[in-house]
């Protein structure tokens, strides 16, 4: 919305008597502050048509004002007098009380979150903000707030250190940071457990991503026991049980493609001690292999002989493996590949970029099709290039008559004027610039009607590049 549209929508029938001043008195203040205040206003009307004296006051409240009933009273009735009952001011006072309550505990909350003392209170108490908006203090409010938000904050540090692998017992050395501010102890271990959890959680991930055998476990126990550290067993395991499958497909997906199978890692398995999730790595193995013979399938498509027989006789050498579906995956791929290469249209666009085609790989009865499209291809780029060529001759002959035709009318307005011209002197400077003017003239005059035919001639070639060249697209698609 703009700046003027907005101050035109204040000065309505109602908003005229309270923003008015406001428009009137801060021309020069940046729009944003207009536009601010007559949302505000906006708002207040809604209340006042909606006739909740509750939520009127709950607003109040909650923004930290103090009780204005009879000032919102009197806004109101200049909107909906008739949403102003008896009970009203009764209402609007249960709204502000709990509204006052939710400003004071959100403050508290805050200020625990921030790790700052419950004496806070005297500070927020005595802040400019609350002088300027005289508002009522709840210290109960505010305190219940308060104790929330620093429990929060020393779960927060009590997850920290879990997860870092620090030992429970460090609650002594935070309680004594904390004593400033009030230490929560069961906020702290309550954040520690569950950062303990992500602890052990994490180093059963990394065992097993990086094929370790879950036989590690003990080595970990140990040095946290060592360090006073809690041992999680079932996070540990939990987290090791997941991640080790997903590291035998990733495995899986590598082997296939670098000569390794189920029978090396099985044995790889074994030596190492590590559980072998052989039905997944055995999916992941396949599903690459597939992947493989169709790619090798798309490549081979796309202008070379069907090579599958090549190709599994040299798979060993190559570090791959021939599966079970390695004919029906590189055949399907081949022949999409094929019929896309061995196209019309394809062939065209070789023929326009002057590019030969391996015209024996497509089938007998295409490849004629396929000679006639690339030949027609070259053909289309040797007319747009004449097209080209002409065209260029058209646009410089139609600058020449431009220039041309400006001229001459600018010579015959020189000559009409000096013919009206009573004054002129007659003599023989004015008659020889006659005389050239007049030579001048019939040689623009005879350029024109020569170039005409020349300029449409060349235009009658141009559409017959065009034609010829939808003509030549239309025949690559005929039998």
């Known amino acids: 919305m703009s700046s003027s549209s907005s101050m035109s929508s204040c000065m309505s029938s109602f908003f005229r008597s309270y923003c008015q001043p406001l428009v009137f008195s801060a021309l020069t203040i940046f729009t944003a502050t207009s536009l601010t205040a007559c949302q505000s206003t906006r708002i207040q009307v809604n209340d006042c048509k909606a006739g909740d004296w509750g939520v009127i006051g709950n607003k109040d409240g909650d923004q930290g004002l103090d009780q204005r009933f009879e000032e919102r009273k009197k806004f109101c009735a200049n909107v909906d007098e008739g949403k102003i009952k008896a009970d009203s001011a009764a209402s609007y006072s249960a709204g502000w009380e709990q509204g006052n309550f939710q400003y004071?505990?959100?403050?508290?909350?805050?200020?625990?979150?921030?790790?700052?003392?419950?004496?806070?209170?005297?500070?927020?108490?005595?802040?400019?903000?609350?002088?300027?908006?005289?508002?009522?203090?709840?210290?109960?409010?505010?305190?219940q707030g308060w104790i929330s938000g620093n429990a929060d904050y020393w779960r927060g540090l009590g997850d920290q250190d879990g997860a870092a692998g620090r030992a429970a017992s460090?609650?002594?050395?935070?309680?004594?940071?904390?004593?400033?501010?009030?230490?929560?102890?069961?906020?702290?271990?309550?954040?520690?457990?569950?950062?303990?959890?992500?602890?052990?959680?994490?180093?059963?991930?990394?065992?097993?991503?990086?094929?370790?055998?879950?036989?590690?476990?003990?080595?970990?126990?140990?040095?946290?026991?060592?360090?006073?550290?809690?041992?999680?067993?079932?996070?540990?395991?939990?987290?090791?049980?997941?991640?080790?499958?997903?590291?035998?497909?990733?495995?899986?997906?590598?082997?296939?493609?670098?000569?390794?199978?189920?029978?090396?890692?099985?044995?790889?398995?074994?030596?190492?001690?590590?559980?072998?999730?052989?039905?997944?790595?055995?999916?992941?193995?396949?599903?690459?292999l597939i992947q493989y013979w169709q790619d090798a399938g798309k490549e081979d498509g796309y202008g070379r002989p069907n090579l599958l027989e090549d190709r599994m006789a040299?798979?060993?050498?190559?570090?791959?493996?021939?599966?079970?579906?390695?004919?029906?995956?590189?055949?399907?791929?081949?022949?999409?590949?094929?019929?896309?290469?061995?196209?019309?249209?394809?062939?065209?666009?070789?023929?326009?970029?002057?590019?030969?085609?391996?015209?024996?790989?497509?089938?007998?009865?295409?490849?004629?099709?396929?000679?006639?499209?690339?030949?027609?291809?070259?053909?289309?780029?040797?007319?747009?290039?004449?097209?080209?060529?002409?065209?260029?001759?058209?646009?410089?002959?139609?600058?020449?008559?431009?220039?041309?035709e400006h001229r001459l009318a600018r010579l015959e307005r020189e000559i009409q004027r000096d013919l009206e011209d009573k004054n002129r002197v007659i003599n023989a400077e004015s008659a020889n610039i006659d005389r050239r003017r007049e030579q001048e003239k019939r040689e623009l005059r005879e350029f024109l009607r020569r170039s005409y035919d020349e300029f449409e001639d060349l235009r009658r070639w141009n559409f017959r590049y065009e034609q010829q060249l939808q003509q030549i697209k239309r025949d690559i698609y005929l039998n």
């Not at 108490?125 to 908006?133: C, D, I, V």
């Not at 019929?339 to 007998?364: I, K, L, P, T, W």
């Not at 007319?383 to 260029?392: A, F, I």
Request: hydrophobic fraction near 30%; glycine fraction near 6%.
């Open 104 to 143: 004071w505990k959100r403050l508290g909350t805050q200020d625990g979150l921030a790790a700052k003392p419950m004496s806070s209170f005297a500070d927020q108490a005595a802040s400019e903000q609350t002088k300027k908006n005289n508002t009522p203090l709840h210290q109960l409010a505010y305190k």
């Open 314 to 404: 040299n798979a060993r050498r190559n570090n791959v493996f021939v599966i079970a579906q390695t004919r029906e995956v590189y055949r399907q791929a081949w022949t999409e590949q094929n019929a896309r290469y061995c196209s019309v249209d394809n062939a065209f666009d070789f023929g326009r970029r002057n590019q030969n085609m391996a015209f024996e790989v497509c089938a007998g009865a295409q490849q004629n099709r396929v000679r006639r499209a690339l030949a027609s291809g070259q053909e289309y780029e040797y007319v747009l290039r004449q097209q080209s060529y002409r065209n260029d001759e058209l646009n410089r002959l139609a600058d020449r008559r431009h220039d041309a």
């Open 170 to 288: 460090g609650e002594t050395a935070r309680a004594a940071e904390g004593q400033a501010i009030g230490f929560n102890r069961l906020s702290y271990l309550e954040g520690w457990q569950t950062g303990n959890q992500a602890y052990w959680t994490r180093l059963g991930y990394l065992d097993a991503h990086d094929g370790r055998p879950d036989a590690e476990f003990k080595q970990h126990a140990t040095s946290a026991q060592n360090l006073g550290v809690q041992v999680n067993e079932s996070a540990y395991r939990s987290a090791w049980n997941l991640e080790i499958i997903e590291y035998w497909k990733r495995l899986g997906w590598e082997d296939a493609t670098q000569g390794r199978d189920v029978n090396t890692r099985r044995a790889d398995a074994k030596q190492r001690g590590l559980k072998f999730s052989e039905q997944e790595y055995q999916q992941s193995w396949e599903q690459r």
